[in-house]
């Protein structure tokens, strides 16, 4: 199972500005994050995910570090195998 930061903000209960507001970034800096437009460093990460109440050990970065990916480390990998084998 994968999960985005997105929907650990809104499992969370915050809005955007509310998460924002938490972590003292701006929305449009958040909002990156969120659609994996840019990726946290290591501090901004450590903090967003103290907020959302989740372990560095589940935090997971496609081969290609284009997308950020929370949720149990070797699960994730499975789906994303099963993705990429799909595309060829």
Known sequence: MKI???AL???AGLTLK???SKLGISTET???YEHNKTHPDFKRLSQILSLYNI???D???TDDCKELVIGNPK???ESLKEIHYKKE
């Open 30 to 32: 958040l909002r990156s």
């Open 59 to 61: 935090v997971v970065y």
């Open 75 to 77: 699960t994730v990998w």
């Open 9 to 11: 903000r809104i499992n």
């Open 55 to 57: 372990k560095y050990g």
């Open 4 to 6: 985005s930061l997105r």
């Open 18 to 20: 509310q998460a924002c």
